[in-house]
């Protein structure tokens, strides 16, 4: 016997177990963002490496240590994507969507990163994206951020809570970077091995740093809010009230600063304590110079986007109600002549009633045993199709949940009867 591929290690399958809470959660999306006109858009899992060097920044983790990069046969260097916020830009740019216009924008996929996997951190892990493209105001962050509020109050949870914070202009935090290069270099022994290498590329993220040891010199630091610009204050001002108004509570964080070079002014993240360290599930701000960043005109942005695989954890660790996916009915068979004419009422069915969930049983097995798996599969009627049905061109319908007692239906009746019993 061959031996078993096993799967590439931080890539996991969503098994038909899992399938239903993951359905929950895109569906719920979507009809959340179809209500805000957002539309969806597909990129590509494989864009040019020099994209997400120019968006998400060289000396960034992600692009350093993390980026699945590789030489194609032609010689160009091409990268799986890490996030999906610079292949929708590159996709609005590369045809024109950005050009006088205002987009509102959503996608969703497999996103990679070469990292160590750990509980809901995964080398190939999938992200729901949403950008909007062209609007300047702090009404659209606050709209970003009350599409996610609704998204958990539409999926049941109640753990998330909304840390937010301002960035500013980039040349604000030019200036917040030198002061803070300036306070740690004053501490410069006591520092870790990644601290220091971040000290001289990107020594905001150090403000991210877990290590309980930095603990006392972050909290020491200098406050990017006092180095904002008098514009960028003022905006922030506004979605805060913005959210007030709503009803939509957070906490100020002056030490989220997120991990990617592109963000400015506005940036948040919904957190839980019910996933341990990995408690950030919703990330995202305002990036209004990526666009010219990336070629484009200098076009003011903002989006989010949340990992599945950790809102589906949560699912489960607040043990939220999911729709469960089970078949309406079952189809079962007694005979050979049966069997195949029970396949052409089974497309009709489909035909009339487009939302019923029908699986039929497409074994020669015994009729008890059919039956068996009608029960196992969760249906609340069972079909029944046998020698005397065919005869009387009926079918039996028989409740698998309840006592109602089984009925007979004639074929040319079975959808409205059907019908009628889900309308109960």
Not at 181 to 189: G, K, Q, T
Not at 240 to 259: A, C, M, S, T, Y
Not at 302 to 310: D, I, K, N, P
Not at 402 to 419: G, R, Y
Request: hydrophobic share 40%.
């Amino acid at each position: 016997m061959a031996e078993l591929i096993q799967p590439v290690r931080g890539m996991n399958d969503v098994l038909p177990g899992d399938a239903a809470a993951w359905a929950f959660v895109e569906s719920s999306a979507s009809d959340l963002l179809d209500g805000y006109g957002y539309t969806r858009i597909r990129t590509p899992a494989v864009e040019r490496t020099e994209l997400f060097k120019r968006s998400i920044g060289e000396a960034t983790d992600i692009v350093e240590k993390e980026m699945y990069t590789f030489e194609d046969r032609n010689g160009d260097s091409l990268t799986l994507r890490p996030e999906a916020t610079a292949g929708m830009v590159r996709a609005g740019l590369s045809h024109g969507l950005f050009h006088n216009q205002q987009q509102r924008m959503w996608c969703s996929g497999p996103m990679f990163r070469h990292e160590k996997p750990q509980k809901a951190r995964y080398r190939q892990f999938h992200q729901l994206s949403v950008e909007a493209v062209g609007f300047a105001g702090p009404e659209i962050d606050a709209e970003l951020i009350a599409i996610s509020a609704r998204l958990w109050r539409a999926l049941g949870l109640e753990s998330p809570a909304l840390e937010l914070n301002s960035l500013g202009t980039p040349q604000s935090r030019a200036r917040y970077r030198e002061a803070l290069v300036s306070y740690l270099c004053a501490h410069r022994d006591v520092l870790d091995a990644d601290s220091l290498r971040r000290l001289e590329t990107n020594p905001l993220r150090i403000l991210d740093s877990k290590n309980p040891e930095l603990a006392e010199i972050i909290a020491g630091a200098p406050l990017l809010a006092d180095f904002l610009d008098v514009e960028s204050q003022a905006h922030f001002e506004q979605v805060k009230q913005l959210l007030d108004d709503v009803g939509i509570e957070f906490v100020l964080n002056p030490r989220l600063v997120r991990g990617l070079d592109y963000y400015t002014r506005t940036v948040f993240e919904w957190v839980t304590d019910r996933l341990g360290a990995q408690g950030a599930i919703c990330s995202g701000g305002r990036y209004d110079g990526l666009i010219a960043q990336l070629g484009g005109r200098d076009t003011p942005a903002s989006g989010w986007a949340l990992g599945f695989e950790r809102v589906v954890e949560l699912l489960d660790a607040e043990g939220a109600e999911i729709p469960e996916q089970l078949p309406d009915a079952y189809l079962v068979t007694a005979g050979d002549e049966a069997r195949r004419r029970a396949f052409a009422v089974a497309e009709t069915l489909r035909t009339d009633l487009p939302a019923l969930r029908l699986a039929m049983d497409c074994t020669a097995g015994g009729f008890k045993a059919q039956l068996r798996r009608a029960d196992r599969s969760g249906a609340r009627l069972a079909l029944i199709i046998g020698e005397d049905e065919l005869s009387s061109g009926c079918v039996s319908v028989k409740p698998l949940r309840s006592d109602a007692p089984q009925t007979i239906v004639k074929f040319e009746e079975l959808a409205a009867a059907l019908l009628r019993e889900a309308t109960q």
